[in-house]
Each structure stands twice: as structure tokens, then as C-alpha cells.
């Protein structure tokens, strides 16, 4: 068995264990992040079945994966790093979720590229919730009037929020203020969690996570 099938079992197995334990009512999904990784460590995992895939480029995701999905339509493919408002036809044309709008001049040329090749994709809104100039991400002040913007102005299906927080060991503090302001739109979805913190979000109603390096190993490369 690949490695990376069974690091993606082990994190599936305490994922359900900590579900259970907390009888939390959903299990989330995990998204394989897979940025900087070939195919020969991608493939194994679409064999045995899981297909919610994390890309941060563009250009790096069109080369891996628009073959995979024109031949696989069960893949989902999710962009979980900056987007250019450049990119973004590009972006629309080849995933399925986008994890990170933060900024008003990407959403509306998502919505018009969305109209131009009706095709329409699932958003979180990117929240920087502890204000750090290094991170993209929506004021948390101003997610109410964006998130306005975005689903009632120019339509964009915008299902939940997404934030990376500070690493400053309270991301349980930061978890909760995001769940908080999640529920208080009447948002469904929230993308929270990564390698180093899930077992901490699933207490927060996270249902995506963003697994890179417990699945995949480290990075070699940049």
C-alpha cells in the first residue's frame, strides 16, 4: 500500500474517532492537499477512492489535473491559495471550490467569467482573523457587508469561510471566533484545519480540512 494511502487513513481514522467522541454531527471532508507534489503521489489516492484535491497555483494545477478531471468527473478540485483576479478564468474553467476570495475586484471577475462559460463554483470567503499584514484575507469586520456583496449582488455561491490562523498556539480561540462569525451569517460550511491544527478545528464545526503534509509527507520543494 502507497504511503500517502495510508497517512490519509490514519488521519481518516482519528478524524471519526474525535467525531465520535465528541458526537459531532458531521464528519468532514478532507481535501488532500497536493501543491507541489507529482502525479505519482496523487494517483494512489484516486485509486483508492478519495477525490477532494487542494492546489495553491494555477498554472501548477491546469498541468496536473485538467486531463484527470475531463477523465474523472467524481474529482473536486479546490483552490486554497491567492488567487489573481488574472487567473481567474482559468480557476473557474478548472476547480470546483475556491477557499480563498478576499477581495472585491476577484469577486466580480469570478462572477463574470462564472456567466461567460456558465459554469458555477462553491466560495469561502477568506477571513484574516488576526489582522497580519503577511496573509491574504477579508477584515473580519467587513466579511458581513462582502458577504452581502458577493451572494446577494453578484450571485456567487458563497457556501462559508476560510481563514488560516496566526501561529501563536490559540488557533482554538481563533477557531471559535471564526465558527462564531460563520453561524452568524447562516453559513453552512466552514474551512478550517490543516496538518498541525484539525484534531483542534473539528470542535468548531469545520467541515473541510485542508491536509497537506499528514497525507502527502513534507514538502522537498517550493
Known amino acids: 500500500m502507497h504511503a500517502s494511502i495510508k497517512r490519509l487513513q490514519k488521519v481518516n481514522n482519528k478524524v471519526k474517532e474525535i467525531v465520535n467522541k465528541k458526537q459531532l454531527k458531521t464528519v468532514p471532508q478532507i481535501i488532500a492537499v497536493s501543491k507541489t507534489f507529482p502525479l505519482s503521489q496523487i494517483t494512489p489516492l484516486l485509486d ?40 481567474a478564468k482559468k480557476a ?3 476547480f470546483h471550490y475556491i477557499h480563498s476570495l478576499d477581495n472585491q475586484k476577484l469577486a466580480d471577475t469570478l462572477s463574470k467569467t462564472e456567466k461567460s462559460l456558465n459554469k458555477y463554483l462553491n466560495y469561502f470567503i477568506q ?15 467587513d466579511v458581513d457587508r462582502f458577504y452581502n456583496y458577493c451572494s446577494k449582488e453578484i450571485k456567487l455561491n458563497v457556501i462559508g469561510l476560510m481563514a488560516i490562523p496566526p501561529n501563536d498556539g490559540k488557533e482554538e480561540k481563533h477557531f471559535k471566533f471564526l465558527n462564531d462569525l ?3 451569517l447562516g453559513l453552512k460550511e ?7 491544527d484539525y484534531q483542534k478545528a473539528l470542535s468548531f464545526n469545520a467541515t473541510f ?9 513534507k514538502r522537498t520543494s517550493k
Open 48 to 87: 483508492y477512492g478519495h477525490f477532494h484535491f487542494g492546489e495553491n497555483k494555477v498554472q501548477e494545477a491546469e498541468a496536473k489535473w485538467k486531463s484527470l478531471i475531463s477523465e474523472n468527473k467524481n474529482i473536486k478540485l479546490h483552490m486554497v491559495g491567492k488567487l489573481q483576479s488574472n487567473k
Open 127 to 141: 477571513v484574516n482573523i488576526g489582522m497580519e499584514n503577511q496573509k491574504s484575507g477579508i477584515d473580519p469586520n
Open 182 to 184: 460563520n453561524l452568524s
Open 209 to 217: 480540512l485542508r491536509i497537506g503534509t499528514a497525507i502527502f509527507g
Open 92 to 94: 473557474v474553467q478548472l
Open 190 to 196: 466552514l474551512s478550517i484545519g490543516m496538518s498541525n
